[in-house]
T-cell receptor, first 114, second 111 residues
Framework: AQSVTQPDIHITVSEGASLELRCNYSYGATPYLFWYVQSPGQGLQLLLKYFSGDTLVQGIKGFEAEFKRSQSSFNLRKPSVHWSDAAEYFCAVGPPGSARQLTFGSGTQLTVLP | NAGVTQTPKFQVLKTGQSMTLQCAQDMNHEYMSWYRQDPGMGLRLIHYSVGAGITDQGEVPNGYNVSRSTTEDFPLRLLSAAPSQTSVYFC??????????FGSGTRLTVV
């Protein structure tokens, strides 16, 4: 069965600092990979996705993620965090060829200090 | 373009009551899913549908029913509410493998 681990429950960074959120997955083949963001009281918004090809993918709001097959990781990064980035971030995986049955990680809560 | 619309936004039920959470999308997406979100557990898939007339179970289907009579609508029915079903419920839709668009959620409390 596929699984997703987000080892950091809560991360605090200062505005303008760089950010990296970790995501590790367990799956027999290369799955489809996603990062979502959730603001308080809102639904989830897709930040970026990886299906195949270039292992560095760009998303919205200045985020990027790098797929590393050898480490089974798909870490999310942003060079300079803005106060509006404070939210909860979820990594998700789906079977190859399908983005329908997603398995989500437990989330990382990001706090941004002024 | 409304996207994915969920109603109601908040609901309190008594144990044993039944209710239907509504979900509608206007993007002509063939895939729709229901997830529940509980603290520290991320989102877990309840049921999903790959098109009108086709539904299947996800990770946590017990206590829930779904149907998909049209492309637009995917209601979730709680047959006999239990306190363990207290959660935030999200409906999502997707076209092919573009990634899900989520509704804003229904916060359900069962007392």
């Amino acid at each position: 069965a596929q699984s997703v681990t987000q080892p950091d429950i809560h991360i605090t960074v200062s505005e303008g600092a760089s950010l990296e959120l970790r995501c590790n997955y367990s799956y027999g083949a290369t799955p489809y990979l996603f990062w979502y963001v959730q603001s308080p009281g809102q639904g989830l918004q897709l930040l970026l996705k990886y299906f195949s090809g270039d292992t560095l993918v760009q998303g919205i709001k200045g985020f990027e993620a790098e797929f590393k097959r050898s480490q089974s990781s798909f870490n999310l990064r942003k060079p300079s965090v803005h106060w509006s980035d404070a939210a909860e971030y979820f990594c998700a995986v789906g079977p190859p060829g399908s983005a329908r049955q997603l398995t989500f990680g437990s989330g990382t809560q990001l706090t941004v200090l002024p | 373009n409304a996207g994915v619309t969920q109603t109601p936004k908040f609901q309190v039920l008594k144990t044993g009551q039944s209710m239907t959470l509504q979900c509608a999308q206007d993007m002509n997406h063939e895939y729709m899913s229901w997830y529940r979100q509980d603290p520290g557990m991320g989102l877990r898939l309840i049921h999903y549908s790959v098109g009108a007339g086709i539904t299947d179970q996800g990770e946590v289907p017990n206590g829930y029913n779904v149907s998909r009579s049209t492309t637009e609508d995917f209601p979730l029915r709680l047959l006999s509410a239990a306190p363990s079903q207290t959660s935030v419920y999200f409906c999502a839709s997707s076209k092919e493998n573009y990634g899900y668009t989520f509704g804003s959620g229904t916060r359900l409390t069962v007392v």
